[in-house]
């Protein structure tokens, strides 16, 4: 058993009444490697010291590539926030999943079974589960189900059928709704007004109709979109301006009765729940969940309470071999029972795990980059009173400008002395840093950020590009390469060879200079000398003077610089993308 290597621990003041606490088992330890990142905040420290929920891009929906999400680490600085973690999973777009309220307004409904953990207007927290129910009634009495609030329309049926669904959205999806072919839209002004409310009726008359989606959303009003027996209900009850609907939206809790939604000003969803009343519960198979979910190691996030009114944002680092090994759940919530948390909740996690303070990430994410997420639990507090410089005048970092490192590789960014004033982070998936010391450690090849903060500095935050390259290797077994030979499909005498290298670590080799030789055993040897770019990828075009692609290919890579040794790989037809 591992013995003679301590944990270690470092809590640092970033605002008023808020602290990073970070706990580091290093390789060796027991337990270890692990990292362990809480924001501890503290609402009845001072004024204004709070949580809130927060979309990415403020919006549900983005017609950028991520479909309205946002880096943790993008979010904090553009809003000025202390503190931030990813919050509630989602479906790779914009809308969260699970019942998401910010500053009171409901954003998207519960997801039945699912935990949730809410903040009050009267400052209290509330861990619950709640179900949903919804429906659109006409002034004939008629009602038709609504499925759902401010997400994607369903794909249509494997026939080939429309969807038979009927779903609400609000301003705070987008400026319209999604355009989506056989569906039918009716924008209506409603009373009460918005922000929606639960557990009443809401009257609507309509303002205007559509076909095919994409019907503005205006401040004020709410759209209703149908397809299949939805748009033929829409059509019927609410196809004219000047008609009445009736919206009802209900939430209960798990012994059936009715949740009142107007107490809630924040809420986020995840799952499963980890501990209530101070008892760690049973969480295998639980929320939708299945068993290896709760006992894979994975990269955690979860919110936690304190019987003294704390609130502990915790992320907990996996998938790294060496840095972090990453936990399960019931390891994930006996560790949160030792920090004092008698309530917690697990969130998204795995790649989409991030700690953020300042704008840097504080944590080490799983991913070679950090993931955008849907929803965020954000932290916002007074600054810490003014607090003198350790650097004063200082741009660089302490090490002398020096600004390259190598996968593996430590760079002190100050003295250990100065470490106690100061939070240090990074961006773009470099690494990661260690508070205690100060210390930037390198883990994976590419150019980001590092950094750090001055909690109530006039300058609080602070950046220098950085470079890691990968891994000094001196052999075969530090270097892993990965091939796909793709036919070009205008030419059947043309390939492209791309080419993917690693260290033994899985770390991307960034700006290697590699040569390759490709023997097919029919026509010459094709030769080509290739660099590798942030990604760690190199792609050559190789030809052959036959009609078709050899069966049989054997690719020899070699270093340039002799970082390590000539390889042998025979490219297998599995390798081969259509």
């Keep these: 058993m591992p013995t003679g290597i301590a944990p270690v621990y470092s809590a640092k003041p970033i605002a008023k009444g808020v602290r990073l606490l970070q706990m580091v088992l290093p390789q060796g330890a027991v337990g270890g490697p692990l990292i362990i990142t809480t924001i501890e905040v503290d609402p009845r420290a001072a004024k204004g010291v709070r949580v809130e929920a927060a979309l990415g891009g403020d919006l549900v929906w983005g017609t950028d590539p991520t479909l309205g999400r946002e880096n943790v680490s993008a979010l904090t600085f553009r809003t000025g926030a202390v503190a931030a973690i990813n919050a509630s999973f989602f479906p790779f777009a914009g809308n969260p999943i699970g019942l998401h309220v910010q500053h009171g307004e409901l954003v998207t409904e519960p997801a039945s079974g699912r935990a949730l953990f809410a903040v009050m207007k009267s400052g209290s927290t509330r861990f619950d589960a709640l179900t949903y129910e919804g429906s659109v009634r006409g002034t004939d009495d008629i009602s038709f189900p609504l499925d759902g609030l401010n997400r994607a329309p369903g794909k249509p049926e494997k026939n080939g059928a429309a969807k038979n669904e009927l779903l609400l959205y609000t301003p705070i999806f987008f400026r319209a709704t999604l355009p989506a072919k056989d569906r039918f839209e009716t924008a209506l002004r409603v009373s009460p007004a918005l922000p929606l409310a639960a557990g009443r009726d809401i009257t609507g008359t309509v303002t205007r109709t559509g076909e095919g989606g994409g019907l503005p959303l205006e401040m004020g009003a709410i759209v209703l979109s149908g397809s299949g027996t939805g748009a033929d209900f829409l059509r019927r009850t609410a196809g004219t301006v000047g008609a009445k609907v009736t919206v009802r939206l209900e939430m209960r809790t798990p012994s059936g009765r009715s949740f009142d939604l107007s107490g809630v000003r924040e809420a986020v969803t995840g799952g499963p729940q980890l501990i209530t009343d101070g008892k760690i519960l049973a969480v295998a198979g639980t929320e939708g969940f299945d068993n290896s979910f709760s006992t894979t190691l994975h990269p955690r996030s979860a919110v936690g309470t304190t019987p003294d009114g704390k609130i502990l944002l915790v992320t907990v680092d996996g998938r790294q071999k060496g840095v972090s090994r990453g936990i399960s759940l019931p390891e994930l919530a006996q560790r949160m029972q030792q920090m004092g948390c008698t309530h917690a909740l697990n969130l ?152 993917k290298v690693m260290n033994r670590d899985g770390a991307l080799l960034v700006g290697e200079r590699v040569n390759i030789s490709v023997e097919s055993g029919i026509g010459p040897v094709q030769t080509a000398s290739v660099t590798t770019d942030n990604s760690g990828m190199a792609r050559t075009v190789l030809t052959w003077n036959i009609g078709s692609l050899p069966p049989s290919r054997v690719v020899t890579i070699s270093s340039s610089g002799n970082r390590f040794t000539a390889k042998k790989i025979r490219a297998e037809p599995l390798l081969i993308r259509p």
């Design 348 to 499: 998204d996690g795995g790649g989409s795990t991030a700690s953020s303070v300042g704008g840097l990430i504080v944590n080490s994410p799983s991913g070679s980059v950090e993931r955008p997420v849907a929803s965020m639990l954000v932290v916002y507090a007074p600054p810490l009173d003014s607090r003198s410089d350790p650097f004063p005048g200082q741009r660089t970092l302490d090490a002398s400008s020096a600004r390259t490192v190598h996968v593996g590789e430590t760079l002190p960014l100050f003295s250990t002395a100065s470490a106690p004033a100061v939070v240090v982070g990074s961006r773009d998936g470099i690494g990661y840093v260690t508070q205690a010391d100060g210390q930037f450690h390198a883990t994976r090849a590419g150019r980001g950020v590092v950094g750090w903060v001055i909690p109530g500095s006039k300058t609080p935050v602070r950046t220098i590009p950085i470079t890691v390259l990968g891994a000094e290797t001196s052999g075969e077994e530090g270097f892993t390469p990965a091939l796909t030979l793709t036919p070009d499909p205008a030419d059947p005498y043309r390939a492209t060879l791309t080419l």
